[in-house]
């Protein structure tokens, strides 16, 4: 049961995000024409096909093999993490901030792969943002309550744990120094 809550069933959650943004970006560019924008919510969001060739607000357009290599080893880093705060269930927030992270990051980086550059299609146009898609909008939100999480209500200690160190050492250190004294 363990294996399947620790790692299967965040596999397939993953898969799911996956699915849903390719989904959602096949539709997309089978049923908008290119810069065509059609409201959702009058004139204030509008759907909307955009070739991205860059990251977030097009930063490093055209540098896909640079974004997909950077994609690999962000994706590497947070497995990382995870695996790391699979020790108790207090980090099961950040766990599922991961997922969500890995699964956005994943979709988008098949866009670069498959196609060279990253559909986008959700404008807000009354304040004129960036158009993004269902992946960013998986990895800004988790990215921003990750942040928020570990800023406010993780410690020192929980950080150790994110970054594989042993939270315990340092306090073995100081029984040892006593001991010695």
Not at 62 to 91: E, H, M, P, R
Not at 174 to 179: I, L, N
């Amino acid at each position: 049961m363990k294996i399947f809550k620790n790692y299967i069933l965040p596999l397939i959650i993953c898969a799911v995000l996956v699915l849903i943004d390719q989904l959602i970006k096949l539709i997309v560019v089978d049923k908008i024409e290119l810069a065509k924008e059609v409201p959702v919510i009058g004139d204030a969001v509008v759907l909307t096909y955009l070739k991205n060739t860059g990251a977030a607000w097009s930063f490093m357009s055209g540098k896909t093999i640079i974004l997909v290599i950077i994609s690999v080893i962000v994706i590497g880093a947070l497995v990382y993490f995870y695996k790391n705060l699979l020790i108790d269930n207090k980090y099961m927030i950040l766990r599922i901030c991961i997922i969500f992270i890995i699964g956005g990051a994943i979709g988008n980086m098949i866009d670069r792969i498959r196609l060279g550059y990253v559909v986008d299609y959700i404008y807000f146009k009354i304040i004129h943002f960036p158009v993004f898609n269902f992946a960013d909008i998986c990895v800004t939100v988790c990215m921003f309550l990750m942040v928020i999480l570990l800023l406010f209500k993780f410690n020192s200690k929980d950080m150790q744990v994110l970054l594989g160190e042993d939270p315990d050492k340092d306090k073995d250190k100081d029984k040892d120094k006593t001991e010695k004294e």
